[in-house]
């Protein structure tokens, strides 16, 4: 895949859950989060997005989360959080979806 998923900071949890999802100065919309970690997740947008946008992501239960993509694969993208999710917030979301 792309290179920057060399330097993820954090393992990523294959996963199958929705959340809202919106671009900046955008409408939101779901898409299906693919896998998630503390740092970041992949997601499929419906779009093509830029490397670099800042985007919004909002997980079942939880405020809008700032993130950034940081890559864009075919229908997939990987997003950045701007500050990461806490362990136990990680472990409840994981809990409450589906395996990937």
Not at 35 to 42: F, H, N, P, Q, S
Not at 46 to 65: C, M, N, Q, T
Not at 69 to 78: E, F, L, P, Q
Request: aromatic share 8%.
């Amino acid at each position: 895949m792309h290179a920057d998923l060399e330097r993820r900071s954090g393992a990523r949890i294959a996963t199958r859950m929705k959340a809202g999802f919106r671009p900046l100065g955008a409408s939101a919309w779901r898409v299906d989060v693919l896998d998630l970690c503390e740092t970041g997740c992949a997601v499929t947008p419906a779009y093509h997005p830029k490397i670099d946008e800042i985007v919004w992501i909002r997980f079942p239960g939880l405020e809008s989360w700032e993130a950034r993509i940081r890559w864009v694969a075919g229908d997939k993208a990987g997003l950045e959080f701007e500050r990461p999710l806490h362990a136990a917030v990680l472990a409840n979301l994981l809990s409450q979806a589906s395996p990937g």
